[in-house]
């Protein structure tokens, strides 16, 4: 009877080791996958800070307009916005083909702030959003937030320049390498992203990105520097040394 309840021990605790590595052995978010979160929240087509700062450039060229009348993201007209004041507005991003479906709602306010003269000089811009993402290499489900300041409002300012931060949370899947799932945080802090006039095409800028979260048992944090290159482009360096092109517009990137 000794030896029996002494077996019987031993299995119980061979099974706990053996959940216990079960429960641990989940292998944990390498850096291209990072780079795939990053990119997936800077990319236009996956409601990323690109489509933030598409939505707020062209906001801010009509207010800066010699329009007496001002038309919002759901194509209402009204009057011109007056200085000091803040309106609301909204906007839905979707598409689905063969590769890439996304869905993002997103919920604008816009206060417009002038010069001396009583002329548009910038617009503080903050926005609360909600979408999915698919394409080839990861999908996401997200909410976030952001804070960004417009300026160039005025008639002889050559460009539109942006500083702000972008914020998304939510959960992932990875359909590339160890497929690994989880929650990711991603923080992008942007610093002037300069915008032409008046195709509104981004020129130049930088940004610091944090990559954040928990993938089975495992958490995982990566760091990042981005260059807007003026070419649809984004150079992302990673915290030790892997460097990737971003296309914006995809989401997709090569590896440098």
Known sequence: MKTFKTSIVALLLLAA????????????????QAADMAASALAS???GFSSMSDDISANAAVVASTSG????????????QACGTTVTDSATHSS???????????????????????????????????????????????TGTANATIAGLTLNAANFVINGEYKRAGTFTSKVGNKATGNSNIDIVVTNLTLSKPDRKIVSGSATIAVTGVAGAHSYSYNGAAVFNGDGTVTLTITGGAVYKINIGTGLYTKM
């Open 17 to 32: 080791i053996s959940c216990k590595k079960d429960n641990t052995s989940t292998t944990t978010v390498t850096s291209d």
């Open 45 to 47: 087509n996956s409601g």
């Open 69 to 80: 009348q001002t038309t919002n993201s759901l194509g209402v007209t009204s009057e011109k």
């Open 96 to 142: 689905t083909n063969s590769e890439v479906t996304y869905n993002y709602f997103a919920k604008y306010s816009h206060t417009l702030n002038c010069n001396s003269n009583n002329a548009p000089d910038n617009i503080i811009n903050a926005l609360t959003y909600h979408g999915d993402f698919s394409n080839p290499r990861i999908s996401t489900t997200a």
